[in-house]
């Protein structure tokens, strides 16, 4: 789920008839449905209030809220209760002080009634945070400074998590309501902060030292200082000089003594080095030490190029400072500073059942390497037909290479490009030249090794998380975990700018988009519903139609973050018909199989007719269903029919819009896995996991694994009663993990992306 697709409220003036929403409870709606509404002109919104702990929307007057942007929401989100809540949203000189805040800001922070001084060592959530949301709220972790040492209640641990380092006892985890800036917010930008190198000024003089604290006596800021060297020439001492004399950095005595804090090149900078750049894994040459590139600059003491390396067993020196200087963070004992060119790429990750993935790339006829001179660009390889998804899939280390929390772009990279090629459009498409980078990354080092040896490396995936990285898309693509769907929309929109994949209609206004979020009301009746049921539902419930047929149809299932689920299993449809959830166009009456011209909403719930499709009628049928005492207050609407079939009605032999299932993302306990579709068979399935197992336990390196999964099969030949009888840890194989954990169903139209 992508927090940013969504708006974020809050609620500040009480419910008369609704008791369970209080003032100050945060709630949510989608983008899409909020544009919706508003071209509506809706007096109330269907918001999903996150204090009730489900999914359930409630229509609530907009007058009785105020948005909120979704870094407020996260600081409001982390305080206790309802009431807090709306006491701290008033305080908008707090909030947005607290926005200025970042790692290594000197605080205080209100503890039982006292102000202990600290610095930021964390910000981000709480993992004592239990709640069905991914929104967790933001805390803030601060390191106790000085006399106030030892008054915390953690080391940076929470709930066995390690959040930031410190000693036994000198960190707190709190919210910012009980955080100040210990400089004031104008000083913050070039204020130094402890740990920093300075230069100062006594006498006229010019010294260097380490920022220890930053204090405020009667009005004034004073840096205390650990000295380089004192008036004596002694090493060790301590000096406190007003702010004013104090400059971040070190400023060289002479222009020949460059002394001074270096920068960390760029990644991808150092292409001299076997293509080594920050985030490569690699190996030295002596000690037989392996880690990753933290760190690539050069050192004032030092001419050669230098990394810095987090290593994967202690066997390092620093936690990532060097004389005083911090380069990069890390644990204790796992920093070691080395010369680039005695770093290897980690052989562990060359596999050998994969080779060069360029030089095998004619090993496939049916695909072209080499570059056309003229544009220089390459081909796309041809996806796995079913015929060779046996001798190029199956196997362990197959597929692609799992690391550093990459499952999410592992599993929709292979879905999406294994064996389909309905978004090959985005490889080729003519780009940006900033963009086109991350594209030919894209298309030759991941799909076309995929197509043709059925393996990708990790560093080839990790490659193109440090080009998004680069690229500003986020801060935080090489190391955490993020849903797929954020994953896809950078890359599809904002990278390569593809047409937007679905067109919805809402009251004659179209919108794009291109994934969509299935959301139910509260009123839904479905317990075992099937993914067409679960479609039909959430357009009901919206009032949206398809303004044309899609290419490809990525849907999102009702469940938010990795806990809570809203039902227990889904049944795949294996086909989703659209032809009944399209604005335009001629459509069949459910009963008599006539031309239909109008649709009844109120009929869509009834038990009596069929448990999937729109409730569609011919004149004739829509007058006898509706003379029924119950239906008499039901209100039927005209279909938009092209004039060219008005009168003439229309054959019993009208052709269905189908899509076709493709791929299906499960997620279970934080990490994705794939199911594909390969061939036309119901057997016809595989089963993705780019992490199935580790070489040389904790440390080691993920071994991607692709295996058949036929029992998939098995169970969609089950009669609906069938299946709900199935308990999910009894069933065989991995067939439970696509029934019980589905998370993105992936739909193709064969015919209609040869025009895309």
């Not at 220890?212 to 006596?217: A, M």
């Not at 001074?260 to 760029?266: G, L, P």
């Not at 649709?599 to 029924?628: A, L, M, N, W």
């Not at 579709?677 to 993705?688: A, E, L």
């Amino acid at each position: 789920m992508d927090l940013n697709n969504y708006l974020y409220f809050i609620l500040t003036k009480k419910l008369e008839q609704n008791r369970l929403v209080s003032a100050g409870s945060i709630c949510y709606i989608s983008k899409m449905r909020y544009a919706i509404e508003e071209k509506r002109n809706s007096a109330k919104f269907p918001v999903i209030p996150l204090a009730l702990d489900t999914p359930l929307d409630y229509l609530i007057d907009m007058s009785r809220m105020e948005q909120l942007s979704l870094e407020v929401t996260e600081l409001l989100q982390a305080l206790p209760g309802d009431a807090e809540r709306l006491k701290w949203f008033k305080d908008t000189n707090a909030l947005r002080t607290a926005l200025t805040l970042g790692v290594g800001t000197p605080v205080t922070v209100e503890e039982e009634g006292k102000k202990l001084r600290g610095i930021i060592r964390y910000i981000g959530p709480n993992p004592e945070t239990t709640t069905w949301h991914p929104l967790k709220g933001t805390f803030f972790g601060v390191e106790l400074q000085g006399a106030d040492k030892g008054k915390g209640n953690t080391d940076g641990t929470i709930r066995y998590k390690k959040l930031f380092q410190c000693e036994k006892k000198c960190g707190l985890l709190v919210p910012f309501s009980k955080v100040r800036p210990a400089v004031p917010a104008s000083l913050s930008p070039s204020a130094p902060e402890p740990g920093d190198r300075v230069t100062y000024f006594v006498d006229n003089k010019c010294r260097h030292g380490m920022v220890v604290d930053l204090q405020e006596h009667h009005g004034k800021h004073i840096v205390r200082i650990s000295t380089d060297t004192d008036d004596s020439g002694n090493r060790g001492g301590e000096v406190e000089v007003p702010l004013d004399l104090v400059a971040k950095g070190e400023v060289p005595a002479e222009p020949e003594n460059m002394d001074v804090d270096t920068a960390a090149m760029e990644p991808d900078a150092v292409d001299l080095y076997q293509g080594l750049s920050v985030d490569s894994m690699v190996e030295v040459s002596a000690g037989n030490l392996k880690g990753i590139i933290r760190w690539i600059g050069t050192l004032p003491f030092r001419k050669e190029i230098m990394a810095g390396l987090e290593l994967e067993e202690e066997k390092g020196v620093t936690d990532g400072t060097i004389k005083d200087l911090r380069l990069f963070t890390c644990p204790p004992k796992r920093a070691l500073f080395v010369k680039l060119s005695s770093c290897r790429p980690d052989s562990r990750f060359q596999s050998s059942s994969a080779g060069d993935n360029n030089k095998n790339l004619p090993q496939r006829e049916d695909t072209k390497e080499e570059t056309d001179q003229n544009t220089g660009k390459l081909e796309t390889a041809l996806p796995i037909s079913t015929e060779q998804v046996n001798q190029l899939l199956i196997g362990r280390m197959k597929g692609i290479q799992g690391h550093c929390n990459s499952c999410y772009m592992d599993a929709a990279l292979f879905s999406l490009f294994s064996c389909s090629s309905v978004l090959d459009s985005m490889l080729f498409k003519s780009t940006a030249p900033q963009d086109a980078l991350i594209q030919r990354t894209l298309l030759q080092d991941i799909v076309n090794p995929l197509r043709c040896t059925g393996f990708v490396e990790a560093r080839h995936v990790m490659k193109l998380r440090q080009q998004l990285q680069k690229h500003g898309y986020s801060h935080s693509f090489t190391t955490e975990e993020k849903d797929p769907e954020e994953f896809l929309i950078v890359i599809m929109h904002h990278i390569l700018a593809l047409d937007p994949l679905l067109k919805l209609s809402a009251g004659g206004k179209v919108q794009e988009s291109y994934c969509y979020q299935i959301f139910l009301d509260q009123n839904h009746s479905l317990v075992l519903p099937t993914v067409q049921q679960l479609l039909e539902h959430s357009f009901h419930s919206a009032g949206l139609k398809l303004a044309e047929v899609p290419s490809c149809l990525i849907l999102q299932m009702p469940r938010f973050g990795k806990k809570f689920k809203m039902f227990d299993k889904i049944i795949p449809s294996l086909e989703l018909d659209v032809t009944d959830l399209l604005s335009e166009g001629p459509q069949q009456c459910i009963l008599c199989g006539d031309l239909a011209v109008e649709e009844c909403s109120d009929c869509f719930k009834d038990h009596v007719f069929s448990s999937t499709g729109f409730k569609i009628f011919c004149k004739p049928c829509s007058k006898q269903v509706h003379g029924h005492p119950q239906r008499r207050s039901h209100q039927p609407a005209p279909l938009d029919i092209p004039g060219g079939y008005v009168g003439r009605g229309v054959p019993h032999t009208l052709t269905r819009d189908k899509l076709e299932l493709f791929a299906v993302l499960c997620i279970e306990t934080s990490h994705y896995v794939s199911f594909v579709k390969y061939g036309p068979n119901s057997h016809d399935w595989i089963f993705f996991d780019s992490m199935a197992d580790r070489q040389g336990e904790r440390d080691g390196f993920n071994i991607p694994e692709v295996h058949f999964c036929p029992e998939v099969g098995t169970y969609l030949e089950m009669t609906p009663a069938e299946l709900a009888n199935q308990v999910p840890r009894d069933m065989k194989g991995v067939a439970k993990r696509l029934f019980c954990d589905a998370y993105m169903y992936l739909y193709q139209n064969t015919s209609m992306y040869l025009y895309r």
